[in-house]
């Protein structure tokens, strides 16, 4: 299945959350198995044949993604979550949000220093939860291998941000 394709199974939504904005709702992309397996597929190559001790999915629809890419990985699966959601000790960073902001976690335990860690989430759209997720990855000694995204949306700049690591995304608007 090529990338048109799989562009072609995202449902464009207009005014949602709010008037003027365009979202891209995956949903009508994941129900169709043979895309779905695709998109991981397509998010693993560029990582494939490289040390990956974990990877890191962000709340919640980074889990759909980053879960299965783990198994195929052979690595463990770390998740990054909202605040107070997590049930043990944690360590969390404060991270700008289009209006106000937000909190994101990870237990203190997750990462070992020096371990490998592909951070992995739906959408790259600012790059304030990647970021957020980064500080998160690197105060806990962690070394990062990429930054794997099924959807990029180019014209938000989010990549600027995030100079300094490999970064692949299968779909870009």
């Known amino acids: 299945m090529s990338v048109e394709e799989l562009r072609a199974k995202i449902r464009e ?7 003027g904005i365009l979202f891209y709702d995956i ?13 991981i597929q397509l998010m693993l190559e560029p990582y494939r044949g490289q040390r990956v001790d974990l990877v890191v999915g962000m709340e919640s629809r980074g889990f759909i993604f980053s879960a299965p890419m783990a198994i195929e990985l052979d690595a463990g699966f770390v998740p990054v979550r909202k605040l107070g959601k997590l049930p043990a000790e944690t360590v969390s960073v404060e991270y700008a949000l289009e209006y106000g902001s937000n909190t994101l976690e990870i237990h203190r335990d997750a990462i070992q220093p020096g371990q490998k860690v592909l951070v992995v989430d ?3 759209a600012t790059g304030g939860t990647v970021q957020g997720t980064i500080e998160l990855i690197e105060e806990l000694k962690g070394e990062i291998v990429g930054l794997a995204f099924l959807v990029e949306l180019e014209f938000l700049h989010g990549r600027d941000r995030l100079t300094g690591w490999p970064i692949s995304s299968v779909i870009r608007y």
């Open 13 to 19: 939504v207009p005014d949602f959350p709010k008037p």
């Open 27 to 39: 949903t009508t992309l994941l129900k169709d198995p043979a895309a779905y397996r695709e998109s």
């Open 122 to 124: 739906d959408l790259l």
